[in-house]
Nanobody, 128 residues
Framework: EVQLQASGGGLVQAGGSLRLSCVAS????????IGWFRQAPGKQREGVSC????????YYVDSVKGRFTITKDNAKSTVYLQMDNLKPEDTAVYYC?????????????????????WGQGTLVTVSS
């Protein structure tokens, strides 16, 4: 059974930090790209950052560049999103997703809304 377990969300003041984790299971981690998406109330879901599990290629949307850092631990099939200098506009439910990359190139650096697998989401709330 494929699972993507996102965790680490919470309530933080503006300027603070959080680290999200996404633990993957049920598929060959090294063959996939992992993306972080977010959806704020009343807004469309947007891609935030992604990483290719095999070679570490990363991508960030402009609004988080310099503040968010995506990393991976292949031994643990886990991807992390370190979020620093958080802003109220970062408030959203954050989802991790996996897209088959090995022979398709999908998932990163380009986002698409139809990743193969999705996690359940973790809520990040940034107060001003």
């Amino acid at each position: 059974e494929v699972q993507l377990q996102a965790s680490g969300g919470g309530l933080v003041q503006a300027g603070g930090s959080l680290r999200l984790s996404c633990v993957a299971s049920g598929f060959i981690f090294d063959e996939y790209a992992i993306g972080w998406f977010r959806q704020a109330p009343g807004k469309q879901r947007e891609g935030v950052s992604c990483i290719v599990s095999s070679d570490g290629t990363t991508y960030y949307v402009d609004s988080v560049k310099g503040r968010f850092t995506i990393t991976k631990d292949n031994a643990k099939s886990t991807v992390y999103l370190q979020m620093d200098n958080l802003k109220p506009e970062d408030t959203a439910v954050y989802y991790c997703a996996a897209d088959y990359h090995k022979t398709t190139g999908r998932g990163c650096p380009g986002f698409r809304q139809s990743y193969d697998y999705w996690g359940q989401g973790t809520l990040v709330t940034v107060s001003s």
